[in-house]
């Protein structure tokens, strides 16, 4: 069994899109896959400590989105409480432990020094945790998964990054509970693609999925979002660095949002470059 565990306990709560992405991706792999999440938990010790009960897990994952909250005023730094979920694990259950998530893949060795967890993935997780899963039951060398960092003697070892050029990520959407996120007015979000070519200096995205644009099948981002609508779900947040950036691939989606009718039945926002955008791009 594969368990993967939410660690992101900030307010009002943030759906774990990424974690969900990488749980579909096991389960279509054929691989039993236990989510945890501790964004919906009221007790989330007692949560961590629940969901492992009675469960031998080959792999733990775990996902981390925010290393800090980005509010000054509070200045909340996460590392301490994702030291403190590794440490939890540890005395539930054997199983090594993996870390992985766009705060993760900013930070990775400093992260993984401070928490003490076996592994961490860099990139996409869909197919890498599949295949770190598959290494550990016996199947190939680690040396072979896609942004895997490991200790080797004294020293941690890391294969390039996990940005496969085409995303591929399940869009069926039915693994965390979404429609609850929703309610509790927590944000939803969908990729339509991965990675940013722009130069901003400030700008962290390049770091976690890389420099190049990755595109995902329009049709499939429908159907994704057509999950979520059925769930109740009709205010969603793309997770894009730009979503006009390429202008083609935004008017794409916006096309395939409209083949299927979901224009008077959604609500969604985005991150915009403030070029290219015109009045073509804003009537799709």
């Known amino acids: 069994m594969l368990v993967l565990v939410n660690t992101n306990t900030m307010q009002p709560p943030i759906a774990p899109v990424g974690l969900e992405y990488v749980a579909a991706a096991a389960h279509e792999a054929g691989i039993a896959v236990r989510v945890i999440d501790l964004g919906l938990a009221d007790d989330p010790a007692a ?14 994952g775990l996902s981390f989105r925010n290393a800090d909250d980005c509010f000054w005023p509070s200045a909340q730094w996460f590392v301490a409480d994702l030291r403190d979920i590794v440490d939890r694990v540890r005395r539930y259950c054997d199983a090594p432990i993996c870390v992985g998530g766009v705060a993760f893949s900013i930070f990775r060795r400093p992260v993984l020094d401070r928490v003490g967890a076996d592994f961490g993935i860099v990139g996409d997780g869909e197919q890498a945790l599949v295949r770190l899963y598959r290494v550990i039951t016996g199947q190939g060398p680690l040396e072979g998964v896609p942004g895997l960092i490991w200790r080797r003697k004294d020293h941690w070892h890391e294969n390039d990054p996990a940005w496969p050029l085409s ?8 693994l965390v509970d979404n429609a609850t996120y929703f309610a509790r007015g927590g ?13 901003c200096v400030y700008c962290a995205d390049p770091l976690a999925k890389g ?8 049709d499939e981002v429908a159907d994704e979002v057509e999950s ?5 779900v009709d205010v969603l947040h793309t997770c894009d660095a730009e979503f006009n950036i390429p202008y083609t691939h935004a008017v794409a989606i916006c096309e395939a949002f409209e083949r299927r009718g979901l224009g008077d039945r959604l609500r969604w926002y985005a991150y915009l470059a403030v070029v290219p955008f015109d009045a ?4 799709a």
């Open 280 to 283: 073509a791009l804003a009537a």
């Open 47 to 60: 949560t961590l400590e629940t969901g492992l009960a009675g469960c031998d897990p080959v792999l733990v």
């Open 167 to 174: 995303p591929k990520v399940g869009t069926h959407r039915d």
């Open 228 to 232: 979520l609508l059925r769930q109740g």
């Open 211 to 218: 420099r190049t644009l990755r595109l995902r099948d329009p």
């Open 187 to 199: 944000q939803i979000g969908f990729e339509t693609k991965r990675g940013c070519d722009r130069g």
